[in-house]
């Protein structure tokens, strides 16, 4: 509708396989109703809306829309960024605010972490102090599953499924092989302090089988041990590890020294030093993987369920929005394990905001090196379902947005 | 048929996302022939006929059989060894000959590379001039695709499918990232000293597009000026690295000072190599990852054109080996790129075995670091079709076989 209010939406954070389902959830719903003017989103996340660089999502060519359901990445483009306590240096919100009033901005909808829902919080608060009239929704995306007040996170599901197909196939080559080759192969997975990823390693095989994950929620006192127990049991061990592990010291095992711009340790690396180790400690010849962006991009291999969540997700958040509601963010809710039943509520964002959700300890059997009954009944539905995705010539089809700029009101920013 | 005499079948080396699907064309063509009596499969390969350790593949359930079209890995078990050359010790020949008299094989069937071309080669050999009757097919493996005298190799289609819609989803999520996060991605891909994996790589985009393709084939003086045109072209860089990258002076970019049993140096860690230069030359911020074996057990996104070829050319051998052939492997022949067509026909195996088929001068452009549009016009039919993959509970379906062993006749063996 041509005079209601427009409504911006940003991705943030690192990207998952679903995430543009997400958008593609936002952009058809608030195509569909009457309380949304255009559709614009930020050119690389909050920093395109700092440097009024948006995206005109409503000329994009509808197929292309519905192709982001099939499409990795971030479409819009993302960013890492993380904006300064508007307590201590209000610059970033003001402008913020500039451009959702010069752009006609009713509704802000930003997707990502746990940072970013804290983002979208003090955005919403800066707003309402200000006399800014904007709706701020939350929407939840990361592949670590670590939001709180959801019952878990769009993009998990599809790294979930992907890590377990991984280890089911991997597994198979290993134990083909392990007579007169490799007898170790270490496997490594996000998840900066929550093993949720690693996790869903133990779905292929039960506790007694040749895998072991490593978990950093974990102390690795008797990893070897367990190592060598395997090899001696089933000829073969397959070890899925988290790259968030840590030594008793609490220091991740492979630092490189560098941080990101969240002042984060930029980690990967594990699987060599627990190969070497093992190498040195047990004779074994190792391989190792490291799965890295691989992972998270693996749309070819998205869970369904996954895949539904990230759409739903974004069209609750245009719903909530348009209803009013604000400082919210949809969760997902389970009503039931079996049949697997679930629907999405508003939860106020201050209940997710910097908190990070870790593997329970009843998901953890008693040793530290696999998943309980429990964890299981909870990860085996997230990857339920193959999510289609078309190919052509083999490779698989991707949108391709235009990205058209929408022209800018304001003089220069310098973020 | 009862008094026909037996086949034996044994998968040899690296395994691959569709080498059971060889071993279904085997057993089921084997089955279906009035000239062979009962199937046997060697455990572990070679090693399991050295030690007399037989699988009786007739005896297996015909659904499982039939699973073995989605089921990565070896299923009978595969090996690394190299015999020593008959004429300096012929004791294993020998040994082999016996296991064969044993248990009435009239065909022996060996799946591999090159290595085991020239070990098929020369067993027989060796039993011609023992006067032991057996038809001796090699059958054509390797994701290397690397084998003389075949259009490709069966295995090699699937990794150049996985490779290249992995650089299809990666580069996704690097563009959408790459503004403040990581500008150069490198995957690591197998390929020791042919870079027909890596080449794989580049079919998701033109030579102008943001991929480079680090090939073993080149030597690679202007590599980082190469990544740095394109990230000051495209906010980014992917880069497909081989494995076998080599310097100026021929030694491997990452050898770990490790021999596997073929005195094959044990690689891994180019990306690694790379991306910490590039960061020293470049300072852009990085991540890489390595494929390792999950490229060569994801049956899940197998290419059905190589499923179709491996399971042909196991059907193939039993037809050579039923018609008397000898000392021949089915080579796989193109009749045309577009529309694709193919068959087989057997050469001899002197013709294959222990030769090396690196990547074409023509497929490589001037600058060292794409595809030419040969090449593509090669590559493109091998990766064509999604081979189907059944999902349970989220997770792919594997055939697990009983492998019940055929009982010893013989003393045992050191091997």
């Not at 929704?137 to 709180?148: C, S, Y």
């Not at 992907?162 to 490594?188: P, Q």
């Not at 974004?314 to 009013?324: H, K, L």
Request: net charge positive.
């Amino acid at each position: 509708m041509p005079d209601a209010p427009n409504l911006l939406y940003a991705q943030s954070g690192g990207v998952t396989s679903v995430i543009n389902a997400t958008a593609w959830g936002v952009a058809t719903a608030a195509a569909a109703s009457p309380k949304v003017g255009r559709v614009y989103a930020g050119r690389n996340g909050i920093l395109g809306v700092l440097a009024e660089e948006l995206i005109d999502v409503t000329a994009e060519d509808k197929r292309e829309i519905a192709k982001l359901r099939h499409t990795p990445g971030g479409a819009f483009g993302s960013c890492r960024l993380k904006l300064t306590d508007p307590a201590k240096d209000s610059r970033s919100f003001e402008r913020i605010a500039e451009v959702f009033k010069a752009h006609r901005i009713g509704y802000f909808l930003y997707n990502g972490g746990n940072d970013s829902q804290d983002t979208t919080n003090k955005v919403a608060e800066f707003c309402r102090a200000r006399g800014v009239d904007v709706r701020c929704v939350g929407i939840p995306k990361t592949v670590d599953n670590d939001l709180a007040a959801t019952d878990c996170c769009p993009g998990f599901g599809s790294v979930a499924k992907y890590v377990a197909a991984t280890v089911a196939e991997t597994a198979l080559d290993v134990e083909s092989m392990a007579r007169t080759s490799t007898k170790l192969f270490i496997l490594e997975v996000m998840g900066r302090h929550a093993g949720w990823i690693a996790a869903a390693g133990g779905l292929p095989y039960p506790a007694a089988g040749p895998v072991i994950l490593a978990l950093p929620e974990v102390p690795h006192k008797r990893f070897f041990a367990a190592v060598k127990a395997k090899i001696a049991k089933h000829g073969y061990c397959v070890v899925v590890a988290s790259e968030g592990l840590a030594d008793a010291k609490g220091r991740h095992l492979s630092e490189r020294g560098t941080k990101d711009s969240f002042a984060h340790a930029q980690l990967g690396g594990v699987a060599a030093v627990l190969a070497e180790r093992a190498k040195a400690k047990l004779g074994v010849k190792y391989h190792w993987a490291l799965a890295d962006y691989m992972q998270r991009a693996a749309r070819h291999l998205s869970s369904q369920v996954d895949l539904d969540q990230a759409a739903k997700v974004g069209q609750a958040a245009v719903a909530y929005a348009t209803a009013g509601k604000t400082q919210v963010m949809p969760a997902i809710v389970r009503t039931s394990d079996r049949p697997y039943r679930w629907t999405v509520k508003p939860v106020p964002l201050q209940e997710v905001a910097n908190k990070e959700r870790k593997l329970p300890k009843g998901y953890v059997t008693a040793d530290g090196y696999y998943i309980t009954a429990a964890c299981r009944r909870y990860l085996q539905p997230l990857i339920a379902g193959e999510a289609p995705q078309p190919y052509r010539d083999g490779l698989p089809v991707h949108a391709r947005l235009r990205r058209r700029a929408v022209r800018k009101k304001l003089p220069a920013f310098r973020v």
